[in-house]
């Protein structure tokens, strides 16, 4: 027994000799990362705002008179000339009207001729005390009256016939007509609403709003400008993402700045040659609004995000990463404009940023876009 627990000591001390006498792991080599030197470039700086899409013109059809319609005579959603007949109400009570008030001018033409002659007659008569003064001031009065009664006459006969005409409904622009919001047989007039609309599709206006801050913005960079930056190429983005074919310019701009919002709206002019635009789409307007001269820029996989503001690893002349924060501005392509925190010519680790750390040692090679 005695024998067995003096082996097992000396096992022990064996063991214990050993261990003390191994050599400490070997120090990590540097870590492989791939570097790029920061860059000065001109960036352009672009913003984008909603936009929703209207016909140059949107003119919304109402009947101007009250009567029923008669017939339709166009077809949905096709193209209409200006003055191409639309609708139209049963003419009748509006042409017995018309025949009406031409009657009651002619009846009025004929009292004006009698008070006439009545006052030649008695321009004699009175001057030779034929007659009293008074007799010749009525005769005078009456003929004035009868004009009178022929200037409203003749009102009516134009009222009565303009009433007449807009019996026949046309459109008041070239344009696509769209779909009735009435049938035929439906009594219609003034409060009956929207007929339909006939919207001009070549060009399309554009509207979006701006911020009060980019208005000042705009006002501070490009002097002399009136409310956007003058000359300024205008993108659409459709819906689904992709980029409308062709540009669009400024066209004007809203007198004031709503103050439930704090945004001005702005519209644009976009060329619509195959109809593709449509008034109701909604979209983006995308812009370049200034240049940013001689900006530092870095790929943006260089920049780690890191509780609301980015860091990145210098590499300094050591072979050593120094962790940097910095401030960043907007983007450029695949990559990020560095606002403060960095020189230009310094070399930033762009693919393992994750395996450093602050004074890490470094093997560095040339990152190219496809490392």
């Known amino acids: 027994m005695r024998n067995s627990l003096w082996l097992a000591l000396g096992a022990c001390a064996l063991a214990w000799i050993d261990g003390c006498s191994k050599a400490p792991p070997p120090a990590p080599g ?125 009102a009516a006969v134009t009222q009565a016939r303009l009433n007449l005409a807009f019996t026949r409904i046309t459109s008041p622009v070239d344009g696509v007509a769209g779909l009735v919001q009435v049938q035929v047989g439906d009594l219609v007039g003034p409060g009956s609403g929207v007929l339909t609309t006939v919207s001009t599709l070549d060009p399309m206006k554009v509207y979006f709003p701006i911020s009060e801050s980019d208005y000042l913005a705009f006002r501070r960079e490009y002097s002399g400008a009136d409310v956007f930056p003058p000359g300024v190429a205008l993108s659409l983005i459709l819906s689904d993402g992709t980029v409308y074919p062709y540009p669009g310019k400024y066209y004007a701009s809203n007198l004031q700045i709503d103050p439930n919002t704090g945004t001005m709206e702005i519209a644009a002019l976009f060329p619509n040659p195959h109809a593709l635009l449509r008034p109701g789409q909604y979209g983006r307007v995308r812009a370049v609004v200034r240049t940013l001269r001689g900006a530092l820029v870095v790929p943006t996989r260089a920049l780690a995000e890191l509780q609301g503001g980015y860091e990145l690893a210098v590499v300094d002349a050591a072979h050593r990463a120094q962790i940097r924060t910095v401030a960043v501005g907007p983007p450029h392509g695949s990559d990020t404009v560095v606002t403060s925190g960095l020189q230009g010519g310094e070399e930033v680790i762009v693919d393992g940023l994750q395996k450093v750390r602050d004074g890490t040692a470094v093997s560095t090679q040339p990152y190219t876009g496809a490392n």
């Open 30 to 154: 540097p870590v492989d990362v791939t570097v790029t030197a920061v860059r000065r470039e001109d960036v352009p700086v672009t913003d984008e705002w909603v936009a929703s899409l209207h016909g140059f013109v949107d003119a919304q059809i109402r009947a101007q008179v009250t009567g029923y319609l008669l017939r339709q005579d166009y077809r949905e959603g096709t193209p209409v000339r200006k003055g191409a007949l639309l609708f139209e109400i049963d003419p009748r009570p509006f042409q017995a009207a018309l025949q009406q008030a031409d009657a009651q001018l002619a009846e009025a033409q004929a009292q004006f001729g009698k008070t006439e002659e009545d006052v030649k007659r008695y321009g004699p008569l009175s001057r030779d005390q034929a007659i009293s003064a008074q007799e010749y001031d009525d005769a005078v009065q009456a003929n004035l009256a009868a004009k009178a009664q022929i200037a409203a006459a003749s």
